[in-house]
Nanobody, 127 residues
Framework: QVQLVESGGGVVQAGDSLTLSCTIS????????MAWFRQAPGKQREFVAG????????QYSWLVKGRCTISRDNAKNTMTLQMSRLKPEDTAVFYC????????????????????WGQGTQITVSS
């Protein structure tokens, strides 16, 4: 069973940078594509960024492209999301998610494609 644990959330000022981490256990991380989603208060959970098992394929939401970098270190069973120039509208609970296989596939932005989820970590950006 895949288990995902996020860390790195917190309260920051607009314009600050923050890095989130997700630790995966229960599967060889090379065989699992992973992603970050976020859910703002009163809104649906939305795709932020995704990365294939070997890290050769990355995808970003237009909402964060240019401000975020997703990466992974399979030797450390860890995926990270580096965010810069944070805005108040980035305030949300950020979730780590994993697919069954190593490729992102065509359904990567869809929440329903991901069977494995972490508990989430809160990011609050104050203006």
């Amino acid at each position: 069973q895949v288990q995902l644990v996020e860390s790195g959330g917190g309260v920051v000022q607009a314009g600050d940078s923050l890095t989130l981490s997700c630790t995966i256990s229960g599967r060889d991380p090379v065989g699992v594509a992973m992603a970050w989603f976020r859910q703002a208060p009163g809104k649906q959970r939305e795709f932020v960024a995704g990365i294939s098992g070997l890290g050769e394929n990355t995808q970003y939401s237009w909402l964060v492209k240019g401000r975020c970098t997703i990466s992974r270190d399979n030797a450390k069973n860890t995926m990270t999301l580096q965010m810069s120039r944070l805005k108040p509208e980035d305030t949300a609970v950020f979730y780590c998610a994993a697919l069954q296989g190593p490729e992102l596939g065509f359904a990567f932005p869809m929440e329903s494609a991901y069977p494995y989820w972490g508990q989430g970590t809160q990011i609050t950006v104050s203006s």
